[in-house]
T-cell receptor, first 113, second 111 residues
Framework: GNSVTQMEGPVTLSEEAFLTINCTYT??????LFWYVQYPGEGLQLLLK?????DKGSNKGFEATYRKETTSFHLEKGSVQVSDSAVYFC????????????FGGGTRVLVKP | SQTIHQWPATLVQPVGSPLSLECTVE??????LYWYRQAAGRGLQLLFY??????ISSEVPQNLSASRPQDRQFILSSKKLLLSDSGFYLC??????????FGPGTRLLVL
């Protein structure tokens, strides 16, 4: 079956540090890949996505590149802020008619001033 | 633009009591709708999805049921809550392409 594996948190960083959250996937086919962010007490917001190999999704200074050869979609940000403290979820969906988002377990990020 | 409403925002219920959580959407017609649950400290699990009125698909066997009485309304229910039903329940809709957008969620605590 399909699965998504994320690095376990929490990840604690200082403001302006570089952030990387690793995400790898297993899928029977060619999925679309997503990063969602959940701020404290809130629902999930779509952060970025990529629908095919070598696509790069970007938003709010975050980037992730769809790497088919390594089945990865690592999330990066060059300089984090306190407001980036949240839980980040990597997810995949398979096929244009796919109904099921498969999520990783989430990575909690805490940015300290 | 599409908007997802969920209520209540927070709910505390005793074990054995019934449950009804409501999700309504605006700005779209005939959407695919989804119920996910996030248990404390864990990832998200798809519970149900619906591609139209009266059409429900269940992903996992459980103590919950779902209904879609109207195009833009999706309800999650239980006749008797269990402690293990505690969690954060998120409604989502499928937007353009494959992207799913989430509502603000309902936090349920069963005591």
């Amino acid at each position: 079956g399909n699965s998504v594996t994320q690095m376990e948190g929490p990840v604690t960083l200082s403001e302006e540090a570089f952030l990387t959250i690793n995400c790898t996937y297993t899928a029977t086919g060619y999925p679309s890949l997503f990063w969602y962010v959940q701020y404290p007490g809130e629902g999930l917001q779509l952060l970025l996505k990529a629908t095919k190999a070598d696509d790069k999704g970007s938003n709010k200074g975050f980037e992730a590149t769809y790497r088919k050869e390594t089945t990865s979609f690592h999330l990066e940000k060059g300089s984090v802020q306190v407001s980036d403290s949240a839980v980040y979820f990597c997810a995949l969906i398979l096929g244009a008619a796919g109904n099921k988002l498969t999520f990783g377990g989430g990575t909690r990020v805490l940015v300290k001033p | 633009s599409q908007t997802i409403h969920q209520w209540p925002a927070t709910l505390v219920q005793p074990v054995g009591s019934p449950l009804s959580l409501e999700c309504t959407v605006e700005g779209t017609s005939n959407p695919n709708l989804y119920w996910y649950r996030q248990a404390a400290g864990r990832g998200l699990q798809l519970l149900f999805y619906s591609v139209g009125i009266g059409q429900i698909s269940s992903e996992v066997p459980q103590n919950l049921s779902a209904s879609r009485p109207q195009d833009r309304q999706f309800i999650l229910s239980s006749k008797k809550l269990l402690l293990s039903d505690s969690g954060f329940y998120l409604c989502a809709l499928r937007g353009g392409g494959e992207t799913q957008y989430f509502g603000p969620g309902t936090r349920l605590l069963v005591l």
